[in-house]
């Protein structure tokens, strides 16, 4: 099992940028793919990017792409979204999560655990 904890989040000019973190607890976070997904009021959990367990496979949403950036340190135990050029529409509570799939995936059902969340508000 692994523990999920988001910072980062804020209230940001269009056009400005943010890093997230995600830290987990335990020595397994190697294991696991990690997973980025936003929440607008209203809607649905959305994805935004994930990445693979070595770090090397990234994998990004069409309207974050050339705009987030996602990493992970193995060492640390925390994964990060780098985000740049935001806009009014990547508003939300922005959640990480992890699963032990074969492979990184874009689906929120096929993620086991999830953090609290982490409020991104871009204004106009």
């Known amino acids: 099992q692994v523990q999920l904890v988001e910072s980062g989040g804020g209230l940001v000019q269009a056009g400005g940028s943010l890093r997230l973190s995600c830290a987990a607890s335990?020595?397994?976070?190697?294991?696991?793919?990690m997973g980025w997904f936003r929440q607008a009021p209203g809607k649905g959990r959305d994805f935004v990017a994930a990445?693979?367990?070595?770090?090397?496979?990234?994998y990004y949403a069409d309207s974050v792409k050339g705009r987030f950036t996602i990493s992970r340190n193995n060492v640390q135990n925390t994964v990060y979204l780098q985000m740049n050029s935001l806009k009014p529409e990547d508003t939300g509570v922005y959640f990480c999560?992890?699963?032990?799939?074969?492979?990184?995936?874009?689906?929120?059902?096929?993620?086991?655990?999830w953090g609290q969340g982490t409020q991104v508000t871009v204004s106009s």
């Open positions: 990445v693979g367990r070595s770090g090397i496979s990234t």
């Open positions: 335990g020595r397994t976070f190697s294991t696991y793919n």
């Open positions: 999560a992890a699963d032990r799939a074969p492979l990184a995936s874009d689906e929120a059902a096929g993620y086991d655990y």
